[in-house]
């Protein structure tokens, strides 16, 4: 009988995990922001969808100007606290609930009134560790980071409040693992789940690596989280004009100063957001994926183009340095260290490979029903 039901406004990670565990009949109910009609593949499954915020949400996003709107990460909260209620009114009775920081509160308080585990599913750290380590970088710009992203004071609150109503935590990777332990939270809660990647659009072809400039791709929003300042320095180090340098992924403010100071001899190439398809045509065609991440729970780019054959080099910040063997399939960096960065971008434009990796996200969910089938009640 399926136990697990999953809340999330948009289909992140868990939307992934979720048609995974319906596959398998594990699924109880997928509650959703987004309408059926916009989540691939979701015919049949346990679909509970509140679409309404989310959807005007992105057309104010699409359609209105900024000036004329709230900021991004107010219409975020908007969005997201209406979807919490909207689920907690419409729970359906299950054994365990799975929520997204910022959008779980009032659905964990009526999940404990039903007597089901609730489980806080993380995509990056805890508001402290986050702060940690981009602080610094923001305040550099002159930029305070409660008004540039969305962990202000209204954030933190809902997410104190949802981690004391969580039984269990679920991580991706180690480095949110240590982050939690750090607060607190002890082993025996921490389930890490790494991410996996949709193989019918993510896999290998055979390509001469030989031939042609040393094409490097950064896939993500340009911002100073990414290390997006960190990379341009070490391309302007290595002074190598033989070089591509491909950016996939929106622009924002954060990093425009930088970009247009930017003086090395790489050439760089900016495509924008882009389809998953195009995404991953970029992955088979490029030498190199780089992601310098100041801060990143997992970091769903590598993963991806690793499945492409494509080698990554990654901060020590970066989570998904946990499937990083070095100078294997990439290189694991210093955080905030260029010319570090521009040393392990040089030795892979002189080691150029392909890597052959395979991470399913069935194997993603065959690891979260472990650590489901293995439930303990949680001690008062």
Excluded at 109 to 115: F, S, Y
Excluded at 158 to 187: P, W
Excluded at 275 to 298: I, M, N, T
Aim: aromatic share 10%.
């Amino acid at each position: 009988m399926s136990s697990i039901a999953i809340a999330a406004t948009n289909p992140c990670h868990v939307y992934h995990l979720a048609k995974e565990l319906h596959r398998v009949s594990e699924l109880h109910a997928y509650y959703s922001g987004y309408p059926g009609w916009k989540l691939p593949e979701s015919v049949g499954m346990p679909l509970v969808s509140f679409p309404l915020r989310t959807l005007s949400t992105y057309a104010m996003l699409r359609y209105v100007p900024s000036a004329w709107r709230p900021k991004d990460h107010h219409l975020f909260q908007w969005q997201d606290e209406h979807f919490d209620h909207s689920v907690a009114k419409n729970l359906r009775p299950a054994e365990v609930i799975h929520g997204l920081p910022g959008q779980c509160q009032a659905t964990f308080e009526r999940a404990h009134a039903l007597g089901m585990t609730t489980v806080l599913n993380h995509a990056t750290g805890p508001i402290d560790a986050v702060q940690d380590a981009l602080s610094e970088e923001y305040g550099r710009l002159g930029m305070a980071m409660e008004r540039e992203t969305r962990l202000d004071h209204r954030y933190r609150n809902r997410f104190e409040r949802e981690m004391a109503l969580a039984d269990y935590h679920c991580v991706a990777s180690t480095v949110v693992a240590e982050q939690m332990k750090s607060i607190g939270i002890s082993n025996d809660r921490l389930w890490v789940v790494p991410y996996g990647a949709d193989e019918s659009v993510f896999y290998s072809t055979v390509r001469n690596h030989h031939k042609g400039p040393f094409r490097i791709v950064f896939a993500g929003q340009l911002t100073l989280r990414k290390g997006v300042r960190f990379l341009l320095e070490a391309l302007t180090q290595a002074a190598m004009p033989s070089w591509e340098m491909h950016f996939y992924g929106p622009s924002s403010h954060e990093t425009r100063t930088c970009l247009t100071q930017y003086q090395g001899a790489t050439p760089l190439t900016f495509h924008g957001a882009v389809s998953q398809d195009k995404l991953a045509h970029a992955f088979r065609q490029a030498d190199l994926l780089v992601l310098p991440s100041l801060e990143e729970g997992f970091g769903l780019v590598v993963v991806q183009a690793l499945c492409c054959g494509l080698p990554c080099v990654v901060s020590h910040q970066t989570g998904a340095k946990d499937l990083i063997r070095h100078r294997v399939n990439g290189s694991i960096v210093p955080v905030a260290d260029p010319e570090r960065l521009a040393q392990e971008i040089l030795w892979w434009s002189h080691h150029r490979m392909r890597v052959e990796e395979r991470h399913p996200w069935s194997a993603a969910a065959a690891r979260l029903l472990h650590y489901h089938r293995s439930l303990k009640p949680i001690a008062a």
